[in-house]
């Protein structure tokens, strides 16, 4: 219940109460998403990118792995928590500009997801690990691919497009004014493919999603080695 009133509250502040933004969804979830629930995977543009993701949360149970920074934020760490999200715990290279996560929080996560799907919760995860800075989709990382092989969760590839508009990396306290789609993909099947095939699939399936999109931009988001392969 606190997980659905999360979703829906995050849903209505973003697009109901805020006029600057709106969103269109194209295709709709599987019929059995909540008898069956799957590893949602999101290409990540911006911090507008959990509103479009809540309007999904809105349909069926659905948690999310999230950066424990945000637990800075007001409030954030308790509604975060209390609706049964999941918090992986980072430290910070300065240097090479990225996130590491420790080894432990991360054994931590992947049980924690675990229990929640058995509950019947589907589970949201970014596999590029941050957001990409000029929109082009990046490469992803393995965790997540594994544990769906593991345990023979389908993913459901889901692309975003145009987040960046409503909240661009450049400005952490200013949104903007735009329009994002959001296009659900068909599930992928993880049996009898490695990981390196199936993170390709699903890498492949977001891409083509993110070009069906109309706020796509070639010029800018073209990915050539996922072109005509």
Same mark, same amino acid.
């Given at each position: ?32 998403? @909540?008898?069956?629930p799957r590893i ?9 990118? +959990?509103?479009? #993701? ?6 069926? =149970?659905?948690? %999310? ?21 999941? =918090? ?20 931590? #996560? ?12 589907? /589970? /949201? /995860?970014? +596999?590029?690990?941050? @957001?990409? @800075?000029?929109? /082009? ?7 997540f691919f594994r ?10 590839? %889901? ?30 099947? +993880? ?11 699903? @890498? ?5 999603g993110m070009k069906? %999109? =109309? ?8 990915? +050539? ?5």
């Amino acid at each position: 219940m606190l997980n659905q009133i999360f979703h829906m509250s995050f849903t209505f502040s973003a697009f109901k109460l805020n006029y600057a933004w709106s969103y269109t969804i194209l295709n709709g979830l599987p019929k059995d998403i @909540r008898v069956k629930p799957r590893i949602f995977m999101f290409n990540h543009l911006s911090s507008a990118d +959990p509103f479009l #993701v809540s309007t999904i949360g809105s349909q069926t =149970p659905l948690i %999310c792995t999230y950066k424990d920074a945000l637990h800075n934020l007001p409030t954030a760490k308790t509604s975060l928590m209390l609706s049964g999200n999941v =918090p992986i715990k980072f430290t910070y290279d300065k240097v090479n500009d990225r996130k590491i996560p420790f080894k432990k929080s991360v054994l931590s #996560v992947m049980s924690e997801c675990k229990k929640s799907i058995d509950k019947g919760f589907s /589970v /949201v /995860v970014y +596999p590029e690990g941050k @957001r990409s @800075r000029n929109g /082009v989709l990046q490469e992803f990382k393995d965790g997540f691919f594994r544990f769906a092989i593991d345990h023979g969760i389908e993913i459901l590839p %889901c692309a975003i497009s145009n987040s960046n508009s409503l909240w661009s990396l450049e400005d952490t306290f200013i949104i903007g004014q735009g329009h994002a789609c959001l296009n659900v993909g068909k599930p992928i099947d +993880p049996k009898g493919k490695t990981v390196a095939e199936l993170k390709y699939a699903t @890498r492949k399936a977001i891409y083509e999603g993110m070009k069906q %999109c =109309p706020t796509f931009n070639p010029e800018k988001e073209t990915v +050539p080695e996922l072109e005509d392969t």
